[in-house]
């Protein structure tokens, strides 16, 4: 009887050792990485996997978070909403713990109701201000919104410039024109003006004479340039062909090494915000930017800093839960405080998560100069978050 | 010259030329009548080269033309006007001819074929720098001959010249052939409906039903044959 | 006035590079009715050689352009013979898809191949803006419309003048008849997509300081120009250049007149109108005329 009940012992361990594969992989933190593989948002998308393959690996090699590896899957959006909601669908059916992406707004809108019906959290690298008015309590930012962007930069060039007609080009998508209507409001309510023009822009577009027509003609001399990286850099192209006279401003995707590669020396000149640089005065920005410049012979753009800290947002919030229920999990990651002390690696310095799941981090304000070979973005200004414990702070001038 | 073998051949399943041998002699004008649907445009399709034979041979001067693409035909010496107003509609009248001579475009021969050509159609002349596609059926007709006459053929075929043209430019047209054939020594293969007019410019003829070939003679020998007057000159005595 | 001509160059300086892409599509549709929806694609290969040529290893402009057009010549060469001369018998629809098919294929294999970024081309002619009273003209604008007029201007002597160009007018009018020329009927054809793949080269260096290189351009290209070549008419060259012109100076002047939101929308509303009213194009004739 014992020998019998030992030999099913034996067998049913034997079983279980050589079925442990899968039993273990269920085991791993998984990340259900919804991306812009192809299409207009392709290149993005590569820098934001590229930072989640190294996040991704580096807490793999300290051990995974408590205790269990990282594993992350690719669903590529070919950066269009209607597909991001079925890479979402396919991606949930994965079962992963957590998502990473998209970027572009308008997919984001698109099928961020997934990730609230699944109560799966989602690191989102988009910067649409509608997306933290929706109520999930499972969806996070990993920039500053346009919402918080666009008044710190106004408010720069304003002071600054003392422009006297601004116009601004948008990219016609919810990216684009939710920035003109926070543009729009805030000129209205903080500065009593308007733009003179407002021009929306479809992707690929290499022709601006209408645009610049219009310009001319409302005698413009500031111009808000908040187009996709690829067009930024074709506006300040043609900006300098045509010989306007200028002050050029853009956020983050119109500053961002991306953009700034392909405008080069037409970029000279303009003033941008940024969260995550390869030259910001932050250890972890730099730290990651030159494992990335070594790997990959290019500094990188912003969205492989978005990337990698989209995983370690994750590693966070299971470490604060201590455990992996989701619902724990979304309650942690609202009005939190994230310090260097509380996660080492992530980038940006000390980051605070609202109770939206915004944002509000320190923001640069650079200005681009061409050195003869490359367009870099230049400090001038660390400007403080507008909510959290360090938006008592003050502005800190590198240049002026 | 011309000696085709057996020859079988047709489109997808249905076989439309059943077993056909004829021979056409160096400088007569030769013609196949035949009712319509008897397969005589299918045969000089398949003559030319537009339609592969599936089998039997096509011997050109002692040589099977069966393996040869109708362009390597056309440097031969054949010349094929087909059915229909075969002009290029968007070029001058000048422009066709000048195609028509492609295989041999130098300056001299070609002079040469447009002078023939207005000779014979002295209309073409007037209209050179017309787009073809403008000209009458009758006029498009003559152009069509005119430019397969620019190569330089030893051998023309010519498939249904009466086919839609008034009676008067018919006759003009035939006399046309005739004179070809007199004065350039060129062999010509005609295929007609229209058989009185046909019997009466050629040597020889063939009598072309289903497929194959039911009777052959003389011109003058089928123009006076009573089952020919009954079948295909449309009288009898 | 100085508004309405600034806008006229840049229209036409955009139209031109639309048309001549087009005119791609119209010399395939006339000689083997054939619709390459991988035209595209054919810019954007030839963009990626030059950039590997002229910017990866510092070939001097000139030598890097003489061999893009070469290898674009090639490319159309393999095209047509190993793809298209198999697929033709099976008529315009396999060839669609399978041109579809094609067109992703380059794409895709580009973007894993090379990169997913846009790679930075530099300008061709000087930047610096001429003034003119009120009109700024940018030389890289002038010198695009005027070369590239110069191009089709050759093109269309070629075709209107040699012997090649007669046969392969031949042939597109009727296959059959230019076989009874003696013309060989796939030989031109060959040297159609030959020609074909130049053009979008050619098309190809003068577009890249304009859009940058990048691995989907050609999807924009493509479509630019495909609806160009319906509006202008699919079956003439002149079709080809007017409908790209037509969309060039549509999009610019709805978006300075009316607005820039919905440009694209104006040329597929022209599109429709054509499409209703004149369905064979701007210039084309009525297929049944053959």
């Given at each position: 009887?014992?020998?019998k009940?030992?030999?099913?012992?034996?067998?049913?361990?034997?079983?279980?050792?050589?079925?442990?594969?899968?039993?273990?992989?269920?085991?791993?933190?998984?990340?259900?990485?919804?991306?812009?593989?192809?299409?207009?948002?392709?290149?993005?998308?590569?820098?934001?996997?590229?930072?989640?393959?190294?996040?991704?690996?580096?807490?793999?090699?300290?051990?995974?978070?408590?205790?269990?590896?990282?594993?992350?899957?690719?669903?590529?959006?070919?950066?269009?909403?209607?597909?991001?909601?079925?890479?979402?669908?396919?991606?949930?059916?994965?079962?992963?713990?957590?998502?990473?992406?998209?970027?572009?707004?308008?997919?984001?809108?698109?099928?961020?109701?997934?990730?609230?019906?699944?109560?799966?959290?989602?690191?989102?690298?988009?910067?649409?201000?509608?997306?933290?008015?929706?109520?999930?309590?499972?969806?996070?930012?990993?920039?500053?919104?346009?919402?918080?962007?666009?008044?710190?930069?106004?408010?720069?060039?304003?002071?600054?410039?003392?422009?006297?007609?601004?116009?601004?080009?948008?990219?016609?998508n919810?990216?684009?024109?939710?920035?003109?209507?926070?543009?729009?409001?805030?000129?209205?309510?903080?500065?009593?003006?308007?733009?003179?023009?407002?021009?929306?822009?479809?992707?690929?577009?290499?022709?601006?004479?209408?645009?610049?027509s219009?310009?001319?003609?409302?005698?413009a001399?500031?111009?808000?340039?908040?187009?996709?990286?690829?067009?930024?850099?074709?506006?300040?192209?043609?900006?300098?062909?045509?010989?306007?006279?200028?002050?050029?401003?853009?956020?983050?995707?119109?500053?961002?090494?991306?953009?700034?590669?392909?405008?080069?020396?037409?970029a000279?000149?303009?003033?941008?915000?940024?969260?995550?640089?390869?030259?910001?005065?932050?250890?972890?920005?730099?730290?990651?930017?030159?494992?990335?410049?070594?790997?990959?012979?290019?500094?990188?753009?912003?969205?492989f800093?978005k990337?990698?800290?989209?995983?370690?947002?994750?590693?966070?919030?299971?470490?604060?839960?201590?455990?992996?229920?989701?619902?724990?999990?979304?309650?942690?990651?609202?009005?939190?405080?994230?310090?260097?002390?509380?996660?080492?690696?992530i980038?940006?310095?000390?980051?605070?998560?609202?109770?939206?799941?915004?944002?509000?981090?320190?923001?640069?304000?650079?200005?681009?100069?061409?050195?003869?070979?490359?367009?870099?973005?230049?400090?001038?200004?660390?400007?403080?978050?507008?909510?959290?414990?360090?938006?008592?702070?003050?502005?800190?001038?590198?240049?002026? | 010259?011309?000696?085709?073998?057996?020859?079988?051949?047709?489109?997808?399943?249905?076989?439309?030329?059943?077993?056909?041998?004829?021979?056409?002699?160096?400088?007569?004008?030769?013609?196949?009548?035949?009712?319509?649907?008897?397969?005589?445009?299918?045969?000089?399709?398949?003559?030319?080269?537009?339609?592969?034979?599936?089998?039997?041979?096509?011997?050109?001067?002692?040589?099977?033309?069966?393996?040869?693409?109708?362009?390597?035909?056309?440097?031969?010496?054949i010349?094929?006007?087909?059915?229909?107003?075969?002009?290029?509609?968007?070029?001058?009248?000048?422009?066709?001819?000048?195609?028509?001579?492609?295989?041999?475009?130098?300056?001299?021969?070609?002079?040469?074929?447009?002078?023939?050509?207005?000779?014979?159609?002295?209309?073409?002349?007037?209209?050179?720098?017309?787009?073809a596609?403008?000209?009458?059926?009758?006029?498009?007709?003559?152009?069509?001959?005119?430019?397969?006459?620019?190569?330089?053929?030893?051998?023309?075929?010519?498939?249904?010249?009466?086919?839609?043209?008034?009676?008067?430019?018919?006759?003009?047209?035939?006399?046309?052939?005739?004179?070809?054939?007199?004065?350039?020594?060129?062999?010509?293969?005609?295929?007609?409906?229209?058989?009185?007019?046909a019997?009466?410019?050629?040597?020889?003829?063939?009598v072309?039903?289903?497929?194959?070939?039911?009777?052959?003679?003389?011109?003058?020998?089928?123009?006076?044959?009573?089952?020919?007057?009954?079948?295909?000159?449309?009288?009898k005595? | 006035?100085?508004?309405?001509?600034?806008?006229?160059?840049?229209?036409?300086?955009?139209g031109?590079?639309?048309?001549?892409?087009?005119?791609?599509?119209?010399?395939?549709w006339?000689?083997?009715?054939?619709?390459?929806?991988?035209?595209?694609?054919?810019?954007?290969?030839?963009m990626?050689?030059?950039?590997a040529?002229?910017?990866?290893?510092?070939?001097?402009?000139?030598?890097?352009?003489?061999?893009?057009?070469?290898?674009?010549?090639?490319?159309?060469?393999?095209?047509?013979?190993?793809?298209?001369?198999?697929?033709?018998?099976?008529g315009?629809?396999?060839?669609?898809?399978?041109?579809?098919?094609?067109?992703?294929?380059?794409?895709?294999?580009?973007?894993?191949?090379?990169?997913?970024?846009?790679?930075?081309?530099?300008?061709?002619?000087?930047?610096?803006?001429?003034?003119?009273?009120?009109?700024?003209?940018?030389?890289?604008?002038?010198?695009?419309?005027?070369?590239?007029?110069?191009?089709?201007?050759?093109?269309?002597?070629?075709?209107?003048?040699?012997?090649?160009?007669?046969?392969?007018?031949?042939?597109?009018?009727?296959?059959?008849?230019?076989?009874?020329?003696?013309?060989?009927?796939?030989?031109?054809?060959?040297?159609?997509?030959?020609?074909?793949?130049?053009?979008?080269?050619?098309?190809?260096v003068?577009?890249?300081?304009?859009?940058?290189?990048?691995?989907?351009?050609?999807?924009?290209?493509?479509?630019?120009?495909f609806?160009?070549?319906?509006?202008?008419g699919?079956?003439?060259i002149?079709?080809?250049?007017?409908?790209?012109?037509?969309?060039?100076?549509?999009?610019?002047?709805?978006?300075?007149?009316?607005?820039?939101?919905?440009?694209?929308?104006?040329?597929?509303?022209?599109?429709?109108?054509?499409l209703?009213?004149?369905?064979?194009?701007?210039?084309?004739?009525?297929?049944?005329?053959?």
């Amino acid at each position: 009887m014992l020998k019998k009940t030992l030999i099913s012992i034996s067998i049913l361990s034997l079983l279980i050792f050589f079925s442990s594969g899968p039993a273990a992989a269920a085991e791993k933190v998984r990340i259900g990485v919804v991306i812009e593989l192809t299409g207009a948002g392709a290149s993005l998308g590569d820098y934001w996997t590229k930072g989640v393959k190294y996040a991704t690996k580096e807490i793999n090699d300290a051990g995974g978070i408590l205790g269990r590896p990282v594993e992350y899957k690719i669903f590529d959006t070919q950066s269009k909403p209607p597909i991001s909601v079925s890479a979402v669908k396919k991606a949930l059916a994965w079962k992963p713990y957590a998502l990473s992406g998209p970027i572009y707004s308008s997919s984001t809108l698109a099928n961020m109701f997934l990730s609230q019906e699944a109560k799966t959290p989602q690191n989102v690298g988009s910067e649409n201000w509608r997306i933290s008015t929706k109520g999930s309590k499972y969806i996070w930012r990993t920039s500053t919104q346009q919402g918080f962007e666009i008044p710190k930069l106004l408010s720069f060039i304003m002071a600054e410039k003392k422009p006297k007609a601004i116009a601004m080009l948008h990219v016609n998508n919810d990216y684009g024109i939710g920035a003109k209507e926070t543009t729009q409001k805030i000129l209205k309510e903080t500065y009593n003006t308007k733009l003179v023009a407002a021009m929306a822009c479809e992707q690929k577009q290499a022709d601006y004479s209408a645009e610049f027509s219009t310009l001319r003609r409302k005698k413009a001399d500031a111009l808000f340039v908040y187009l996709l990286e690829e067009e930024a850099a074709i506006v300040y192209r043609q900006v300098r062909k045509m010989g306007l006279k200028l002050v050029l401003f853009a956020p983050n995707s119109g500053i961002s090494e991306d953009t700034l590669r392909l405008g080069k020396e037409s970029a000279e000149g303009v003033y941008g915000m940024s969260g995550f640089e390869y030259n910001a005065p932050e250890p972890n920005c730099v730290r990651v930017s030159k494992w990335f410049k070594k790997q990959y012979k290019e500094w990188p753009d912003n969205e492989f800093m978005k990337g990698y800290n989209s995983v370690y947002l994750v590693k966070t919030g299971i470490e604060q839960t201590g455990g992996f229920d989701k619902a724990k999990y979304s309650q942690k990651m609202h009005n939190i405080f994230i310090t260097p002390k509380v996660q080492k690696n992530i980038c940006g310095g000390n980051l605070y998560y609202d109770d939206v799941g915004d944002l509000h981090a320190w923001d640069y304000l650079v200005q681009v100069k061409w050195d003869g070979t490359h367009a870099k973005p230049k400090i001038v200004a660390a400007l403080p978050p507008l909510k959290g414990p360090d938006s008592s702070k003050k502005t800190k001038w590198y240049e002026k | 010259m011309l000696e085709v073998k057996n020859l079988i051949s047709g489109y997808g399943k249905s076989e439309v030329i059943r077993g056909i041998s004829l021979e056409v002699k160096e400088g007569q004008i030769v013609t196949i009548i035949g009712p319509n649907g008897a397969g005589k445009t299918t045969f000089f399709r398949t003559v030319f080269g537009f339609l592969p034979a599936r089998q039997g041979e096509i011997l050109f001067e002692n040589e099977d033309l069966t393996k040869y693409a109708p362009t390597v035909r056309v440097q031969k010496g054949i010349a094929m006007v087909p059915q229909g107003r075969n002009v290029f509609p968007f070029l001058t009248v000048l422009e066709n001819l000048k195609l028509g001579a492609y295989t041999r475009y130098d300056q001299k021969t070609l002079q040469e074929g447009i002078d023939l050509a207005y000779g014979l159609f002295p209309v073409l002349k007037e209209r050179k720098s017309q787009q073809a596609g403008t000209l009458s059926g009758g006029e498009q007709q003559m152009l069509v001959i005119a430019r397969a006459l620019m190569s330089r053929p030893k051998f023309l075929m010519l498939d249904e010249p009466s086919l839609g043209i008034a009676p008067f430019l018919i006759k003009e047209i035939f006399r046309t052939i005739k004179a070809i054939n007199e004065e350039q020594k060129m062999t010509i293969f005609l295929v007609e409906q229209n058989a009185p007019v046909a019997l009466r410019v050629a040597e020889w003829g063939y009598v072309m039903e289903g497929g194959q070939i039911h009777m052959s003679g003389s011109a003058q020998e089928l123009l006076n044959d009573d089952r020919v007057k009954g079948a295909y000159l449309g009288k009898k005595d | 006035m100085a508004n309405f001509i600034q806008l006229l160059i840049g229209g036409v300086s955009m139209g031109i590079l639309y048309g001549v892409v087009a005119i791609g599509f119209v010399l395939l549709w006339q000689t083997s009715q054939t619709i390459n929806f991988g035209q595209g694609e054919l810019v954007m290969v030839p963009m990626f050689l030059m950039v590997a040529l002229h910017i990866v290893l510092k070939i001097p402009f000139w030598p890097s352009f003489v061999l893009t057009l070469l290898g674009s010549g090639i490319m159309g060469y393999l095209f047509e013979r190993l793809m298209i001369r198999k697929l033709l018998p099976g008529g315009v629809l396999v060839i669609v898809i399978a041109t579809l098919g094609l067109s992703g294929f380059l794409r895709y294999g580009m973007q894993i191949a090379w990169t997913p970024q846009t790679l930075f081309f530099p300008h061709l002619f000087s930047t610096k803006p001429i003034e003119l009273g009120d009109i700024i003209f940018s030389p890289e604008d002038i010198w695009n419309i005027v070369l590239i007029s110069v191009i089709i201007i050759v093109l269309h002597l070629c075709i209107k003048r040699t012997k090649l160009g007669m046969a392969m007018q031949a042939v597109a009018q009727s296959r059959e008849t230019a076989e009874l020329m003696g013309i060989n009927v796939r030989h031109i054809i060959t040297l159609v997509f030959v020609l074909n793949s130049v053009l979008a080269g050619t098309a190809a260096v003068f577009a890249a300081p304009i859009f940058f290189v990048r691995y989907d351009i050609g999807i924009f290209l493509g479509v630019k120009a495909f609806v160009a070549a319906i509006i202008g008419g699919f079956n003439q060259i002149r079709g080809a250049l007017v409908g790209g012109l037509t969309v060039g100076l549509a999009e610019t002047f709805a978006a300075a007149y009316i607005t820039t939101a919905y440009r694209d929308a104006f040329v597929m509303i022209l599109l429709l109108v054509v499409l209703l009213i004149k369905p064979e194009g701007i210039v084309g004739i009525k297929e049944e005329a053959y």
